[in-house]
């Protein structure tokens, strides 16, 4: 296996890239639910500083991520019509504005609410805005929204590439894997 992707399967970089960032939102999905369900404690604090920390961690791989995949060859589509290549590349477009868009509006979050965000409980990152008691709530709801537009959206990323291995018999999920 090559680190750079072929015109037929993906590199070993960018499967690393993918099942990171995976591994990561499919832990922060979950950590940010239970953090908000907790009454305000040291515990909350720990939690949110958890899901923030590895929030950033998201926004820093799908960064380079995407410049790994502006600068690499991308394996040709298996879609069977032009209709499913379409919304493959919609969804993944969606994905990839989701998984931007969640760090940073949570990071306005905290900023606006004036909670500074510390990765790890060590490095503190600057204040992306001011204190703003609207701002927080406009990102906070763009935040949350978010979310569910991202499970959806991960629903049909998923059932698709079950379909892709199971039905069509093809070899979308293999290339992708290791």
Not at 37 to 53: A, E, G, T
Not at 87 to 99: C, D, I, P, T
Not at 103 to 108: D, E, R, T, V
Not at 142 to 162: D, N, P, R
């Amino acid at each position: 296996m090559t680190i750079k992707n072929t015109q037929a399967r993906w590199g070993w970089l960018s499967k690393v890239f993918h099942w990171a960032t995976a591994l990561l939102i499919f832990i922060q999905i979950p950590l940010g639910f239970y953090a908000e369900s907790l009454r305000l404690s040291p515990l909350k604090i720990d939690v949110f500083i958890w899901h923030k920390s590895l929030g950033m961690l998201v926004l820093l791989l799908v960064i380079v991520r995407l410049l790994w995949r502006i600068k690499i060859t991308i394996p040709i589509a298996l879609a069977t019509s032009r209709l499913e290549k379409l919304l493959a590349s919609a969804a993944h477009g969606v994905l990839y504005l989701l998984m931007l868009a969640l760090p940073l509006s949570g990071w306005i979050t905290s900023a606006a609410a004036n909670f500074p965000v510390k990765l790890f409980w060590l490095i503190p990152l600057p204040p992306i805005v001011g204190p703003d008691d609207g701002l927080k709530s406009i990102a906070a709801e763009v935040h949350e929204i978010c979310v569910f537009v991202l499970i959806a959206i991960l629903v049909v990323h998923i059932g698709a590439a079950l379909r892709h291995h199971f039905m069509l018999g093809d070899s979308a999920l293999k290339r992708m894997w290791f």
